[in-house]
């Protein structure tokens, strides 16, 4: 398979029918987000008596504003996440309309997205239980070797050091279980997606059916390595952006301009919400375009060369010819005389 014609093929469509930019920016892909640390000490250690005393005297006197807050920023991380499960069945619909050369609107992915929100909505959650599981299993342990470590005794120290190497050797065990099934589940959810809103078949039989192709080696995990290629561009791209624009943010801060600096931020995070959104269709449209190979729809670029595809079409079986007839041998006829 042509891993590489896929992603050109993917770029094409997301580049030539921006449609798809308006899922793709509420569309939440395995590679989409980016947590930014804090920089430089904790404030706690320089802030004074005085300046502690006049947030608590803040906070206590705005608690309404506070509580109104965190339940307007509640609901839209609600209504964000409906609308990023809905943008991701969508979002492969309108791919696919785009492969099959009809036309790619945004209502429709919508309306499509929204059909197949319960279906998309289960596939994610049932595929997360097992990395909800081994971290729960991981807690529960590490919680309970530190407890124990703490109510041994001196008497039982050799023991709280064995017990202590034997959890150090486990960690890594649980960390390997962690990626290995963040592996798995990331490969056997996008293809159940396109199960589920393509060949319309329930969340059960589309994790099945992306389990069996993953097992059947029929290149997804491939294509999984593939796309962290472009992954790893576009998160390079987006740290130098935010380099850029950071550190003149940061030192903003430490001069006292602090609206300036506030200024800066709320602009690098605009700036990164367009490249967010044309990533997010990409790599949806890269997975598409693979499932699609995969399950035997072939697909070629239309001459027009406007990004616009058209369904391959197996050409008609020929019909059989009629066998040579056999010449007579050689004295059949004088016998016959």
């Known amino acids: 398979m042509d891993y590489f014609g896929i992603l050109k093929k993917a770029w094409n469509v997301t580049w030539h029918n921006k449609a798809l930019w308006i899922l793709g920016f509420f569309a939440v892909s395995s590679s989409g987000g980016s947590n930014y640390g804090s920089s430089g000490t904790s404030w706690q250690e320089s802030a004074s008596t005085g300046e502690l005393d006049q947030v608590a005297g803040w906070v206590e006197a705005n608690v309404g504003l506070i509580i109104v807050l965190v339940v307007a920023l509640v609901f839209i991380g609600l209504v964000m996440a409906v609308l990023g499960i809905a943008a991701r069945g969508g979002l492969v619909h309108m791919v696919n309309e785009a492969e099959e050369g ?32 081994i971290v729960l299993v991981m807690t529960v342990m590490l919680f309970g070797a530190g407890l124990g470590l703490s109510n041994l005794g001196a008497e039982s120290a050799s023991a709280g050091l064995g017990f202590g190497g034997a959890m150090c050797c486990m960690l890594p065990v649980f960390i390997i279980l ?3 099934a963040a592996f798995l589940v990331s490969v056997i959810g996008e293809l159940a ?55 003149p943010a940061v030192l903003l801060f430490i001069s006292g ?25 990409f790599y949806s449209a890269s997975w598409t375009i693979f499932f699609r190979r995969m399950t035997g729809v072939d697909t ?28 007579p041998p050689a004295g059949a006829n004088a016998l016959e005389d």
């Open 193 to 247: 997606v396109r199960y589920g809103v393509l060949h319309d078949v329930s969340f059960g039989q589309a994790i099945k059916r992306g389990w069996d192709d993953v097992w059947a080696k029929r290149g997804a995990a491939v294509m999984w390595l593939v796309m962290l290629l472009p992954g790893f561009a576009y998160g390079m791209v987006m740290f130098i952006a935010m380099l850029v624009i950071l550190v």
């Open 257 to 281: 301009a602090v609206v300036a600096g506030v200024v800066l931020i709320v602009f690098l995070m605009l700036l990164m919400l367009l490249p967010g959104a044309i990533y997010n269709t």
């Open 300 to 327: 070629t670029i239309a001459p027009s060369g406007a990004g616009v595809t058209q369904s391959y079409m197996p050409p008609p079986p020929v019909p059989p010819t009629a066998a040579p007839p056999v010449a």
């Open 102 to 133: 009809r036309p790619v609107t945004a209502g429709s992915g919508w309306q499509v997205g929204f059909r197949y929100w319960g279906r998309t909505f289960m596939i994610g959650l049932v595929l997360a239980l097992p990395i909800l599981l």
């Open 178 to 180: 962690i990626f290995g």
